[in-house]
């Protein structure tokens, strides 16, 4: 596999990974009141949607690779 391709593999797990760890953000800023200390929940989905835009940034890179025929 060339580096082009291997980038193209690495990208689509970075967006994978990213996308659960985003997923696991927001599920923590939804758990019981107890741990809604001083505003948590909203800075926890706050990170949630920005790991989130991330994700957009490896679409948009995998994206550039699929048009150019890199695959």
Do not use: C, V
Request: hydrophobic share 40%; proline share 4%.
């Amino acid at each position: 596999m060339d580096d082009s391709g291997k980038l193209m593999t690495m990208l689509q797990h970075w967006l994978e990974h990213n996308d659960e760890h985003a997923d696991t953000y927001a599920m923590w800023a939804n758990k019981p009141p107890a741990l809604a200390i001083g505003g948590l929940p909203e800075l926890l989905n706050r990170i949630s949607a920005e790991t989130k835009k991330i994700s957009r940034l490896f679409e948009e890179a995998i994206s550039l690779i699929e048009s150019s025929g890199e695959k």
